[in-house]
T-cell receptor, first 113, second 111 residues
Framework: GENVEQHPSTLSVQEGDSAVIKCTYS??????FPWYKQELGKRPQLIID?????GEKKDQRIAVTLNKTAKHFSLHITETQPEDSAVYFC????????????FGAGTRLAVHP | DGGITQSPKYLFRKEGQNVTLSCEQN?????MYWYRQDPGQGLRLIYY???????QKGDIAEGYSVSREKKESFPLTVTSAQKNPTAFYLC??????????FGPGTRLTVL
């Protein structure tokens, strides 16, 4: 079945450094890739997304890149701040197919002051 | 986010008991989803519904049941057949080109 692999599972950076989280998906027909941030005990919040007809998207300190050929997509956070500390999930969706949003296992990001 | 609600926030289940988790949305979204999250893990799909009166099993449907009698509501029943139900349950909805919007979650604990 469909699968999304996410790496690393934990990531520790110093405040001001960049953080990169990578995901690989299995369904070549996947066409929508959101990223969610989840704080402890809270619901996941959408932070950025990208569709398959776009290679890169930026929103202030956050960017997402997509390589459809390799079936890879990545989240880049620049100038990290302590409030960026959370668990980040990538996901992949295929419209017109199973219509399921499949999540990666998550990355716990810790930003140290 | 504010348009999708779940209740209760915390739920305790005794052995052999069925419990129902509520999910309501006023976003006019056609599709609704139930996910289960275990500590330190990702979200796994239990059931989903793309339209009223229709739903499909996700990856871990055993021991769960759902109904979709109204567009706004997608309740999840955790039956006694689910042997390890302790988890955080998240409901989500999706409409048109919009992304998924999650409810605040229900934390279920087996006593």
């Amino acid at each position: 079945g469909e699968n999304v692999e996410q790496h690393p599972s934990t990531l520790s950076v110093q405040e001001g450094d960049s953080a990169v989280i990578k995901c690989t998906y299995s369904d070549s027909a996947s066409n929508y890739f959101p990223w969610y941030k989840q704080e402890l005990g809270k619901r996941p919040q959408l932070i950025i997304d990208i569709r398959s007809n776009v290679g890169e998207k930026k929103d202030q300190r956050i960017a997402v890149t997509l390589n459809k050929t390799a079936k890879h997509f990545s989240l880049h956070i620049t100038e990290t701040q302590p409030e960026d500390s959370a668990v980040y999930f990538c996901a992949a969706y295929t419209s017109g197919g199973y219509n399921k949003l499949i999540f990666g296992a998550g990355t716990r990001l810790a930003v140290h002051p | 986010d504010g348009g999708i609600t779940q209740s209760p926030k915390y739920l305790f289940r005794k052995e052999g008991q069925n419990v129902t988790l509520s999910c309501e949305q006023n976003l006019n979204h056609d599709a609704m989803y139930w996910y289960r999250q275990d500590p330190g893990q990702g979200l796994r799909l239990i059931y989903y519904s793309q339209i009223v009166n229709d739903f499909q099993k996700g990856d871990i449907a055993e021991g769960y049941s759902v109904s979709r009698e109204k567009k706004e509501s997608f309740p999840l029943t955790v039956t006694s057949a689910q042997k390890n139900p302790t988890a955080f349950y998240l409901c989500a909805s999706k409409g048109g080109g919009a992304g998924w919007f999650f409810g605040p979650g229900t934390r279920l604990t087996v006593l």
